[in-house]
């Protein structure tokens, strides 16, 4: 689910599910059930940024190129052509980042415009991840152990991630929204975060944008997703908290029994 909020005029943040195989891609409806043994998933939560309209589209535009891009390279890795999944998200990212500075340069309204990409690989037994910006890719494990997969590319979350700042000096410190990397936004260089996960039944992943986040403190996140809470209940709780911001979730469950997600 994404929501403007109550406090943006037009939604910067965008949202993706597929199911890929090596013949087609199929754009997924906003809740269901399917198996891991015919189709790998992807998922994804991107969140714009830029001036007038064109975060709204760099958002859009980010979310289009993984469903255009990467089930090319799943058709080449089913092949033999490529070395793996982590190779495969770091071309992508890299293809996405540079299309976004192609238009920055050729449109005055484009300049500088650039994207958060949070995104969810699930094939059967792992989920890889590929991420930049500041959107988070949360995971708990039917056994506990709850924990941020993503780290957040900004100053502010480095200084977490070393002990620096404690998770209530982070959310009010002054610059926690200014990021180090997004794709586009003029940032000639950068490396996405890429890993893997191993996944069972019972694992529950929670994909989201900043408003999501600032609505919650992580106890409560961890908390909603052991309660098996809803995309709609992480964006309507993050709004009625008071976020700012656009909010976006997406949730994921491996489900028992004929490995299904």
């Known amino acids: 689910m994404t929501d403007k909020g109550r406090f943006r005029s037009n939604n910067e943040d965008a949202f993706l599910a597929l199911a890929v195989d090596a013949r087609e891609v199929l754009l997924l409806g906003k809740t269901g059930a399917a198996p891991l043994a015919s189709s790998d998933y992807v998922f994804a939560v991107s969140d714009g940024m830029g001036g007038a309209r064109s975060g709204e ?19 080449q890795a089913a092949g033999g052509l490529a070395s793996g999944a982590e190779d495969i998200m770091i071309e992508l990212f890299h293809a996405i980042h540079a299309d976004l500075l192609m238009l920055g340069r050729s ?46 590319d900004s100053h502010v979350g480095w200084l977490r991630r ?17 990021l180090t990397k997004v794709l586009g936004a003029g ?42 809470a809803t995309a709609e209940q992480f964006v309507q709780g993050a709004i009625s908290e008071g976020s700012r911001d656009n909010a976006t979730a997406v949730v994921v469950e491996v489900l028992p029994a004929s490995s299904q997600i």
């Open 57 to 75: 589209f760099a958002s859009r535009m980010t979310t289009d190129r993984v469903t255009r891009l990467l089930p090319r390279s799943f058709k």
């Open 107 to 152: 449109y005055e309204e484009c300049r500088d415009m650039g994207a958060t990409l949070s995104l969810c690989w699930f094939t059967p037994g792992c989920m890889h991840f590929g991420h930049v910006g500041d959107s988070r890719i949360y995971y708990l494990p039917r056994g506990g152990g709850f924990m941020q997969l993503t780290h957040d």
């Open 162 to 178: 070393h002990g620096q700042l404690n998770e209530r000096e982070a959310r009010q410190h002054p610059r926690k929204s200014v």
């Open 187 to 228: 940032h000639q260089f950068f490396e996405p975060q890429v890993g893997a996960v191993l996944h069972e039944p019972g694992d529950r992943f929670l994909l989201c944008s900043d408003g999501v986040v600032d609505g919650f403190w992580d106890h409560a996140i961890a908390d909603m997703l052991q309660n098996r």
